[in-house]
């Protein structure tokens, strides 16, 4: 087949792309590098199969193609929230436009929407029926109201248009290949483990997360994409931890001797959050297969090779 992967340098789409092109898919890659970087695809650069177009989702393109990957978007708060008015834009007019490109072309699009269409859960576990608690005018909301339209958007093509869509709810995802300056969580606590500088904890640090390897996300897109469950799906690790947890785990494994500082809290930052996966297990087959400690010591490892 041949498949587009918006979003596929950065740190998600570059392992998916790895996966596609190991399948022998051809595979076009379209990036405007905001948060990606073409070392992610190197390997892939001279290989017949492959392409990669220097775009922006937010502007027209006529490609043929049979499926789209849409995951286009700067996905940590820091990046997101630069230039929040872009983000939107991002999400809505990208998202719109992928999806026209997909009725034109009749190709099946997965959209990579987000945990965040749940805002600040006040139903734990999250499952996909849950309607979530968004604030509209937050610094979060140009992403979490983005992907909420984007998931609508997908909808309406699929109910007016017929577009064959997917939609996975993705939930915090790490790895190798995440950018040092990225701004999440994980990468926050090992680069700065591995620099010998305090760890810097937001808030009482008992706010909690579920983190999922990035191996076992992408199986989880491919399998979506490829069955016949058009979601919304979660995806996602159910093992939760506190970001506090979180940091004396990654202080453990690279190095004791660094401190735990503490930082406000930003505005908005949900509580608590965790994956049902059940749609996922029974859909789909699916469920993660690493644990924290295992996805940790990998991705320390690709840290420490780069710094
Ligand atoms: P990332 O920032 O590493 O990758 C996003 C990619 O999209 C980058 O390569 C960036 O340059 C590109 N991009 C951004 N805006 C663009 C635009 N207007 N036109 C073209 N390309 C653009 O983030 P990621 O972690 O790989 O996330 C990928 C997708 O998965 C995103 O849609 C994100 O919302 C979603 N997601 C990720 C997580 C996670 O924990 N990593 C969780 C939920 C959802
Ligand atoms: N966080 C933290 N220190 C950091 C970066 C993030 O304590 O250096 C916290 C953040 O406040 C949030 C959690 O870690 O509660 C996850 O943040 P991240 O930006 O990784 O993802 P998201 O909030 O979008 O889930």
Redesign the pocket.
Same mark, same amino acid.
């Given at each position: 087949m041949r498949i587009l992967v918006? /979003? =596929? +340098? /950065?740190? #998600?789409? &570059?392992h998916l792309i790895d996966r596609l092109m190991e399948a022998d898919h051809e595979v076009i890659c379209?990036? !405007?590098?905001?948060? =990606?970087?073409k070392q !992610?695809v190197l390997q892939w650069l001279n290989h017949p199969n492959f392409e990669i177009i220097r $775009?922006?989702?937010?502007e027209p393109i006529r490609l043929e193609v049979d499926q789209i990957y $849409?995951? +286009?978007?700067? +996905? &940590?708060p820091v $990046? @997101?929230q630069y230039n929040p008015v872009?983000?939107i834009?991002?999400n809505v007019m /990208?998202t719109l436009i992928m999806l026209g490109l997909a009725k034109r072309v009749k190709a099946r699009f997965l959209l +990579? &929407?987000?945990?965040?269409v749940y805002g600040d859960p006040e139903v734990h576990p999250q499952t996909e029926e849950y309607r979530g608690n968004v604030n509209p005018i937050g610094i979060r909301s140009c @992403?979490d109201e983005g992907?909420r339209v984007a998931e609508t958007l997908a909808f309406d093509y699929h109910r007016q248009n017929n577009v064959d869509i997917r939609v996975a709810? #993705?939930?915090?995802? @790490?790895g190798p290949?995440?950018?040092e300056q990225?701004g999440?969580v994980v990468s926050n606590f090992i680069v700065q483990a591995l620099k010998g500088i305090p760890l810097t904890v937001y808030g009482s640090g008992q706010q909690t997360r579920s983190f999922?390897y990035?191996s076992d996300?992408v199986e989880g897109l491919i399998r979506l994409m490829n069955g016949n469950c058009i979601g919304p799906v979660n995806l996602g690790n159910p093992d939760e931890y506190t970001v506090l947890e979180l940091a004396q785990t990654v202080q453990t494994m690279v190095n004791p001797d660094t401190a735990i500082e503490y930082k406000p809290l930003p505005a908005d930052d949900p509580q608590q959050r965790q994956p049902n996966i059940t749609r996922a297990q029974t859909e789909l087959g699916w469920q993660p297969t690493i644990a924290l400690p295992e996805g940790l010591k990998r991705t320390v490892a690709d840290f420490q090779a780069r710094l």
């Open positions: 918006t /979003g =596929g +340098a /950065g740190f #998600i789409g &570059s379209l990036d !405007n590098f905001y948060t =990606g970087r !992610n $775009h922006d989702v937010t $849409h995951l +286009a978007c700067p +996905a &940590s $990046h @997101y872009k983000t834009k991002t /990208g +990579a &929407s987000t945990s965040e @992403y992907k709810r #993705i939930f915090n995802t @790490y290949r995440m950018l990225d999440r999922c990035v996300l």
